[in-house]
C-alpha cells in the first residue's frame, strides 16, 4: 500500500490508516431548527465540553420550550444554569470551521444533515 491519500464515498484511507468521512458543510443552522429538532426528537441534554479541572461533563438542557446551559461540575467552579436562546446553539453550531465538526454538534441537536 502507498502512502498517498484515496478518497471513497465512505472514508479516506492514507498509508493504511482510515480517517472519518468528509462531511459536507450542513449550511448556517438556526435557532428554530434547533429548537424544532430537539423538541421533535425528544432531546433533553446535549453535551457541550468536559470541564479542564475535573473533566466533568458540561452541557445544554432543554425544559419544554426553554434552553439552559449547565456549567456545573464536579469542582464547583461553574455557577448555576443560565438560561439561553436556541440561536446560541446555533452559534455555536456554526461557528465551527470544520464542516465534519459542525455536522457533528449539529446531530447532537437533532439536525441531520
Request: charged share 25%; glycine share 10%.
Amino acid at each position: 500500500m502507498n502512502n498517498e491519500a484515496t478518497t471513497t464515498e465512505t472514508n479516506t484511507e492514507v498509508g493504511g490508516l482510515v480517517e472519518p468521512l468528509v462531511m459536507p458543510d450542513i449550511g448556517t443552522v438556526t435557532g428554530q431548527q434547533v429548537k424544532e429538532a430537539m423538541i421533535a426528537n425528544d432531546i433533553t441534554y446535549v453535551d457541550h465540553h468536559e470541564c479542564g479541572i475535573c473533566g466533568v461533563m458540561v452541557h445544554y438542557f432543554r425544559d419544554g420550550e426553554f434552553l439552559y446551559f449547565d456549567p456545573r461540575c464536579g469542582c464547583g467552579c461553574g455557577g448555576m444554569p443560565q438560561e439561553r436562546e436556541f440561536e446560541d446553539a446555533a452559534r455555536w453550531i456554526n461557528m465551527q470551521d470544520k464542516p465534519e465538526i459542525k455536522a457533528k454538534l449539529a446531530r447532537r441537536f437533532g439536525i441531520e444533515a
